[in-house]
């Protein structure tokens, strides 16, 4: 059964639906383990991180983990990862991932849903003369209550995906709504922000001939104490920055 219709001028019911919907867990691992099947990246985790992100989901940690975004098959690369990792494996089947609200047409809809993804309303989605924080703020409130209850989320910060090969080594300015989600989750909760960087690099004759990039993934741990104090402003820069020096070891990693 669908739910409410995806659009800005909706926000108000489509997150009153989201936030009290939950993945169904048993599809949700099997979109984790078909990742896993087709998407092989390299995976990397910078100096002593790998250690530290397992041993905070080992307690019962939450995640907040951001990305960079280039390629239509980012989430599932991501997916692949984290279900290919024993340190990343409290990821699976309990993320919630916000996506685009295209990504929600015709029949993908209930697949996006079983596996916990959440249409995602951007500013530039929102029709001239309407309100940007009622549709906007909707999203925001939906991931701090995932967040508060205990669910990890994953995001791409910069809220589009750029698509110019030639910049796409260049993190885009990170929007405010991974750092509004931080700000506003409950003090109790034990949180880690992660941040990871992703790249693709030519594969093998067959990969190329299809089209495909053998994907990299390089994670680290944000290096910020205390983010939640930080202003906005400063910890959507340094959101960019770790995420960028997580594409840059990605990059290297594959060379």
Known sequence: MFGPEISAENAAELYRYYKKKRPNTRLAKVAFAG???????????????????RSHGDRGGIFLL???????RDPFVLAS?????RSLESFVANTS???KPSLFKWGLR???????????IRGKDVAKGQSRSGATGGFISTMVKDLNEGHNVALFGEETRNKNKKTAKEVQEFKSGTAKIRHDVS???????????????????????????KANAHFSVLPV?????MPVEELSAELRSSVQHDVDASQAMAA
Do not use: C
Not at 66 to 72: E, K, P, Q, Y
């Open 110 to 120: 209930i697949l996006m849903d079983r596996v916990g993804a959440v249409p995602a």
């Open 66 to 72: 951001s990305a960079n975004h280039t390629r239509a």
């Open 97 to 99: 991932i916000g996506a």
């Open 81 to 85: 990862a984290v279900k290919r990792r």
């Open 187 to 213: 003090p109790d909760v034990d949180i880690m922000m992660v941040t990871a960087g992703l790249t693709y690099t030519e594969g093998n004759i067959v990969q190329r001939v299809l089209g495909w990039r």
């Open 35 to 53: 990742s896993k099947l087709f998407f092989r990246p390299n995976i990397s985790f910078s100096d002593g991180d790998e250690e530290r992100i």
């Open 225 to 229: 104490e205390e983010p939640q104090q």
